[in-house]
């Protein structure tokens, strides 16, 4: 997508080659409301999009308003009587199957019934059920999803999943879609759990290659942005995801290495999560590191606003870098409803680190840059030191902050600096490897553009 205007650090281009189209859509529909781009040129990539989806009507929409003074191509038409005529087709094909679903002693059957082969069974030999048949739901859900209607395809991929293993050549195209209608039908907590289970399977599945693993779990990092910064506790989970190491197989952090292998930009999220958080402190550190393992392929005033304090310790450069900062919220659709938390965070942030490198602050001259009086800056000190956020204390008679000093061990700084050098080699392997192999794809409603 070109721009007219130069939108600056925005992202949707590459956020939308490991999303669904339809997900694609929704971040489309949010820069037209918020201008950033010629809307023409916005109008041009959903007509691209929609062409390959059922949403005939919504194209037609979309057509009349780039072209009000044109007859609309006969090919809209010819599409519509498509799509209409392979729904009725495939609810012909539905039909059968969920008449048997909605029997009493299935449902109580379903109910009592964990596995899915017994299920299976048990419909097969009373009810006339065949593979054949739940095919058709699935593809009925993959239908009716296209046609934009999410709900609809939502309930088939749940009765779906019931009747087949974790073998059938759909189960992982039904979790994909799943959490696709989740998301778009905005329930969070459906979403969720439809993440949870998905990542579950990704992270415990034998069979993909090195590269697929890798591949599925980049396009499970975009789709639960979705989720991260719309759940209550998204960013607990994001912070969790890449950063956590206390479950065994995390001490690889396999999602952080996709991150840095594959989609860099990514970063800006994790460090939004990580400033907004009260957890932060804990893991600044590693994500300073990240941040400047990756600078050479990933920057935004957002990271570099984190590498002018706590690498430079460049306060007048951070506080430039946080006022375009604000340009980046403005037109980044999981990010925008963050603005004020993350200025306010990243203020805090600012006089933290001041804290840390300074032996002895005189509260006055604080209270001043905080825009405070000087009791509740003392008041606020109190409490960073009562947090343990501050290593420090008061002495009231002089109206100083003195500072506890901490100091690194070469022997420790040594530690840390071959850690990062194992990383970096990994990343490198990673990346030759993904240069030698040409990608392929496995994902629900997958999209190339
Ligand atoms: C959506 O799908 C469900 C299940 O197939 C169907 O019952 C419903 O009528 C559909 N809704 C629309 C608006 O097409
Ligand atoms: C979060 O959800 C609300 C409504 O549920 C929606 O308006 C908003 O666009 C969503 N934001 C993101 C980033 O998904």
Redesign the pocket.
Known sequence: MSSTRMANWELTSRLGKFLDRHLVLTLLEFLSSNQIYDEKELLLGKLEMLKNTNMVDFAIDVYKKLYPDENLPTEFFENRQRVVAELKELEKL?EPVLAILVQDDVSQQIATTRDSRQLFDYLKMNHGLTSEMIDSLYK?AKF?YE?G?Y???A??LSSHRLLVSQNDKNYLSNLWGKLASEILMQQWENALEDFNRLRDYIDNYQHFSALQLLQQRTWLIHWSLFIYFNHSQGRDMLIDMFLERKASYQKQQPYLNAVQTICPHIIRYLTTAVITHRRRREYMKELVKVIQQESYTYRDPITEFVECLCVNFDFDGAQKKLRECVDVFNNDFFLIALQDEFIENARLFVFEVFCQIHECISINMLADKLNMTPEEAERWIVNLIRQARLDAKIDSKLGHVVMGTQAVSPYQQLIEKTKAMSIRCQVLTMNIEKRLQTPERVAWAVNEF
């Open positions: 539905t009925s009716q046609c209607n709900s609809g395809a309930q088939y």
